[in-house]
């Protein structure tokens, strides 16, 4: 079993500054899945995620996200999959070609796909764990990866259950900042950090 443990101080997607508040990621590899444990501190807003269809718009509130791929090239093609508080996922594989913008090629339902998943929400914070089998990514024996982290995390709060984050009202950061820029991007592959399994 492999393990490792990530900077807990992920960096606005826009800057690459880092924020103050922690979202502690543990990876475990072994030969069948790749298990991600996460952890969302100060997250005060927690209860106000409504969200709870597998495959609809969770990105526009609260989320936790990985995007993975094989290789260590600059990837063209990876996986997305997103989980919110209330442990409604969606996962979907992903066409960035150059400066276009992405395409999603397909969606997958988590039983689909063989996703192991289950999220926990407490009054300021919530944590999940993601095992994502390598099979169903093309990945099996494979040592490389290119990958990244990201957390979508209100500021503010939300009388309308129907909110919609955006960069007023929500930090939009990663483990490898995408450095976007002006508005907040996390489709970035090139900025994707790399991940050797030993």
């Known amino acids: 079993m492999y393990k490792e443990i990530l900077n807990p101080y992920f960096k606005h997607s826009t800057t690459g500054e880092a924020v103050n508040y922690v979202t502690k990621v543990e990876l475990l590899a072994s030969e069948e899945a790749l298990t991600i444990n996460f952890q969302c501190e100060d997250n005060p807003y927690t209860s106000q995620n409504h969200m709870i269809e597998h495959n609809t718009p969770l990105y526009n509130q609260e989320v936790f996200e990985v995007f993975i791929s094989k290789g260590t090239e600059d990837p063209t093609r990876y996986w997305e ?5 209330n442990a409604a996922v969606w996962i979907g594989e992903i066409e960035k070609l150059g400066d ?10 988590p039983e689909e796909f063989g996703l ?19 099979d169903s990514i093309g990945a099996k024996g494979e040592v490389d990866f290119r990958l990244n982290f990201y957390r979508i995390r209100s500021k503010v709060s939300h009388e309308d259950p129907n909110w919609t984050c955006d960069a007023e009202t929500c930090d939009f ?3 490898q900042s995408t450095l976007s820029g002006d508005q907040p991007a996390f489709h970035r592959p090139k900025k994707f950090g790399k991940l050797r399994i030993q």
Do not use: F, S, T, Y
Not at 81 to 85: H, R, Y
Not at 100 to 109: A, G, H, M, S
């Open 173 to 175: 950061i990663c483990w």
């Open 100 to 109: 276009e913008p992405q395409q999603i090629l397909r969606n997958l339902l």
């Open 81 to 85: 999959i997103e989980i919110n508080p």
């Open 116 to 134: 192991d998943w289950e999220a926990k929400a407490e009054l300021d914070r919530w944590e999940g764990k993601l095992v994502i089998p390598w």
